[in-house]
């Protein structure tokens, strides 16, 4: 049974709309922007349904708007309670810091309030309902105002039930600015340039370097993306974060251009959505049309070894090849000095460098200055296939066929696959566990799952002494570090955690995988970003989350209340 991980489905905070079914669908999802990048900022996701909130009285009358309040010609009416004329005006892909309190206009109830936090909620308006976009840019920070939201503009997809008003109570407390919008972002300029994989480009800046980055170099670039309605969809400008990746491992298009540029040059590209590509398949959460990205290299460091040449017959294996049984093909380049030859059990020690057969490199532990290690019985099946006709020293390349390497697995190399392998060592069946994990080099299987951790003896249930957070999550301190600064909502937090279910059963773990997660207090469930910032660096904490501030209702999720044990390592700052 393949192991639920807790962050297969993130959730960004967004205000301004209700969850609808199509957006569920969409938070399920994982992917990113033609990079492997987080999903927070993404446009995508929507309001997670939540328990009845603390009921606050509007300070106005919902249903009936003042005489004096404006109307937009979108049927957004609003009223200023607070003004400031000296404050500034939010742009439609700013991130806005926001206190607000909503009610449902038919019911007067109010479904959400951030009151009693103590910090105001972060809001990209990239990602919000048209009307709720559009007010933030209406209300000046400093300000407060009622807003009207008619059903129209109120949700980002079909509502759960009937549509209706929504209506708010917002203070603005900061802007973040987003990167501005391209004058040029629906269509390159006729002076733009061609790249061989079809995006074309203008340079925004030149850069300081003298030498390009080459496709096997690590590139630490960031890069801003809109669409064809000037909605920006993602931004590690934004997030603070630069991206860091070998060219390769990108799509064929994001190699094109990152090869193109030397370090601290900027650059402008207009490409088709369809080429931005993982594995030959569309990335999910990217927006469809011609795409308008910004990209500046930070630093190019050069890569430890140089990778041997494409082969001349990367295309296809030639007529003088072997074959496995299982239907490898494939032909010695380099005879070793003879010797046994690995069991299909061993663990091997081995160089490689792969190719789809279009000549793509998409891996290769040549670069990394580092052979790869691992149990043959836990890789692809054309890898335990093909590399026991070798002994120590042989250098072997391989034609292995799509049913033996990764076929219909997202992100992977599609196709036949190519490889030059070089067997280094031979070693006996490791003990169980010991090997098998997917080491990053784009062969390996997901690991075997290690021993569960137990579940604590109140799982089932919060203790009588356990405090709880603002929004309803139970928690007690398991162990108290050296205290200090808490994270806010804005921050990112570094943590291990194990979760469990009330009947005791683990469903995920960073313990058991021996490497802690960091993540954006917004792009997380509901009971993570309400409960975690009770905590300071060193605290070990146990939290008891409601099933409403969980995964109710997603598919593929552990369901009812969840149980984790989270100790926080590190806090980054937000914005």
Not at 155 to 167: D, F, I, M, R, S
Not at 172 to 199: E, M, R
Not at 286 to 303: N, R, S, V
Not at 519 to 534: C, E, K, Q, R, S
Request: charged share 25%; hydrophobic share 35%.
């Amino acid at each position: 049974m393949r192991r639920f991980s807790l962050f297969a489905i993130v959730i960004s905070f967004v205000v301004g709309c209700q969850r609808s079914d199509e957006d569920k669908k969409k938070t399920s999802a994982t992917g990113s922007a033609g990079l492997s990048v987080p999903r927070t900022g993404s446009g995508s996701a929507a309001t997670p349904e939540r328990p009845k909130a603390e009921q606050i009285t509007p300070p106005l009358d919902i249903k009936n708007p003042p005489a004096d309040a404006v109307k937009t010609p979108s049927g957004l009416t609003y009223k200023k309670l607070v003004v400031n004329e000296a404050g500034t005006s939010a742009t439609r892909n700013d991130t806005v810091l926001i206190n607000y309190t909503g009610w449902r206009q038919s019911t007067g109830e109010t479904f959400f309030t951030n009151k009693g936090r103590g910090q105001p909620m972060p809001l990209n308006l990239a990602t919000t309902a048209a009307g709720f976009t559009e007010a933030m840019q209406l209300v000046k920070k400093g300000e407060k105002a009622m807003l009207w939201v008619p059903p129209e503009i109120g949700y980002k997809g079909p509502p759960q039930g009937a549509p209706e008003t929504l209506v708010y109570e917002v203070e603005v407390v900061d802007i973040v600015p987003a990167p501005p919008i391209p004058g040029d972002y629906k269509a390159p300029p006729p002076t733009a340039q061609a790249l061989p994989s079809g995006a074309k480009y203008v340079v925004v800046r030149p850069g300081t370097g003298k030498e390009k980055a080459r496709s096997f170099d690590t590139v630490t670039f960031h890069y801003t993306a809109w669409d064809q309605e000037g909605r920006m969809f993602d931004s590690t400008e934004m997030r603070k974060r630069p991206a860091t990746v070998p060219p390769y491992r990108q799509s064929a298009v994001m190699e094109d251009v990152l090869t193109t540029m030397t370090a601290g040059q900027r650059i402008r590209f207009w490409v088709d959505a369809e080429k931005m590509t993982a594995g030959g398949k569309p990335q999910p959460g990217i927006p469809t049309g011609l795409l308008c990205y910004e990209l500046e290299i930070l630093q190019i460091a050069k890569a430890v070894a140089t990778p041997p040449p494409v082969p001349g017959d990367v295309g296809k294996p030639p007529g003088e090849t072997k074959k496995t049984a299982g239907g490898v093909a494939y032909k010695i380049l380099k005879t070793g000095k003879g010797g046994p030859k690995p069991a299909k059990t061993d663990v091997v020690r081995v160089h490689y460098t792969g190719w789809t057969t279009d000549g793509r490199m998409f891996d290769s532990s040549v670069v990394k200055g580092e052979p790869a290690e691992f149990a043959l019985d836990k890789v692809i099946p054309g890898w335990t296939e093909g590399i026991p006709v070798m002994s120590i020293g042989d250098r072997v390349r391989f034609w292995i066929p799509e049913e033996l390497a990764y076929k219909g697995q997202p992100g992977r190399p599609q196709g036949m696959l190519v490889f030059d392998v070089e067997l280094l060592e031979i070693k006996p069946p490791a003990p169980a566990d010991a090997h098998g994990a997917d080491d990053g080099h784009g062969h390996g299987k997901p690991p075997a799952a290690k021993a569960d951790i137990p579940a604590p003896s109140d799982v089932a249930k919060p203790p009588a002494n356990a405090k709880k957070s603002p929004k309803g999550v139970a928690y007690k301190v398991l162990q108290a570090g050296k205290g200090g600064p808490k994270p806010k909502p804005t921050d990112t937090v570094k943590v291990h955690y194990t979760g469990w279910t009330t009947d005791g059963k683990m469903f995920d773990s960073s313990v058991t995988r021996g490497e802690p997660i960091e993540f954006p207090l917004t792009g997380v469930i509901p009971g993570w970003t309400d409960a975690i910032p009770v905590m300071s660096v060193g605290d070990k904490t146990r939290f008891w989350i409601p099933e409403e501030l969980a995964y109710k209702g997603q598919q593929g999720a552990p369901q009812g209340m969840l149980v984790f044990d989270v100790e926080l390592i590190e806090i980054k700052p937000g914005h």
